[in-house]
């Protein structure tokens, strides 16, 4: 089967077959409807994901992209389309996947041991095997000895690690990470990439990573899909050509560089249409997320 041939990508470079998919994203829409107005979020979205691919999502503020994450991990509907996990349609949250929401998501009142624990809690686990699982995933990520600490008690690095591995206790083959470290200094930031990596080769999870930066799914990704402005198309698919294992050395190489340029190219007036969209809808008063792509422009 070929997993990329419906994907509408003007402009593409460098495909491949990456497999028979695990995830089949198809002919996704979603308008949100209110009282003021209707917004198309996103419009035909096709996309697959493949057992083990690590794939990013790049596009505007504003494109969609925080919306088909939750469409994909049953946390929302789609208005059109539909999403099937090794053949099975996904209507509702799981355990097969993950969610790693958007900067601290982590309950203040419990440690991080009961934060890590709370899927399991959730899904009926057995109170030791729970514990045992919480422990292993508290190791993984470093955080070992800071089980017994409350959110606010750690670094925001800290805090990210805990929710990777509340992300990952339930063993969950996809991982949806929504912009993980966009609250990170940049310091921080390109060591829990890092890590990130090393988890992802260790644990051989499938991922779909939304970012802002062009450089951070340069680094992580096998593969990177851009969005158009709203409503969110599928605009490009990129391979990444770059040797694996990777270190943070590979952002100094040309092929790095080289495509970090072509990426930004493509995607540069869709985030003058997004900036324009989100002045407009300033100027109507109405409440806009937009802010352009946060990207070092080349
Ligand atoms: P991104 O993640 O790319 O920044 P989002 O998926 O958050 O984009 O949003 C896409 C569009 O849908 C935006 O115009 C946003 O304002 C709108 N939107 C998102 N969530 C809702 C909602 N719950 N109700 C109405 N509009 C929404």
Redesign the pocket.
């Known amino acids: 089967m070929d997993n990329q041939s419906d994907i509408a990508a003007p402009g593409t470079s460098r495909r491949r077959d990456t497999g028979f998919p695990l995830l089949e994203v198809r002919d996704l829409g979603?308008k949100?409807n209110?009282s003021r107005e209707s917004?198309v979020?996103?419009e035909s979205v096709s996309v697959n994901l493949a057992q083990g691919e690590f794939l990013s999502i790049v596009?505007?503020?504003?494109?969609?992209?925080?919306?088909?994450?939750?469409i994909i991990a049953g946390l929302?509907t789609a208005t059109s389309g539909s999403i099937r996990l090794n053949g099975s349609e996904v209507v509702r949250p799981g355990p097969d996947l993950g969610f790693v929401f958007q900067g601290d998501a982590l309950l203040p009142w419990r440690t991080i041991r009961q934060n890590v624990a709370l899927g399991l809690e959730i899904s009926g686990r057995h109170r030791e095997a729970a514990r045992i699982r919480t422990d292993e995933m508290l190791r993984l990520v470093g955080l070992a000895e800071f089980g017994d600490r409350f959110p606010v008690e750690l670094s925001g690095g800290m805090r990210q690690r805990a929710n990777l591995a509340r992300g990952l206790a339930l063993d969950p083959p996809v991982l949806l990470m929504?912009e993980p470290f966009a609250a990170l200094d940049a310091q921080t930031r390109e060591i829990m990439q890092t890590e990130l990596l090393k988890i992802w080769r260790q644990n051989k999870k499938s991922v779909i990573f939304?970012t802002h930066q062009i450089e951070e799914a340069v680094f992580l990704s096998d593969r990177i899909i851009l969005?158009s402005a709203?409503p969110?198309r599928i605009i490009g698919d990129f391979i990444v050509p770059i040797e694996r294992p990777r270190s943070s050395a590979v952002r100094f190489s040309n092929e790095f560089r080289e495509l970090n340029r072509e990426i930004w190219q493509q995607l540069r007036d869709e985030v003058t249409r997004a900036n324009d969209?989100s002045k407009a809808?300033t100027l109507k008063g109405s409440?806009?997320?937009?802010w352009g792509l946060r990207t070092r422009r080349r």
């Open positions: 979603k949100y209110s917004i979020a996103i596009g505007p503020s504003g494109c969609g992209k925080s919306t088909l994450l939750k929302s929504d939304i969005m709203r969110g969209q809808a409440q806009s997320t937009g």
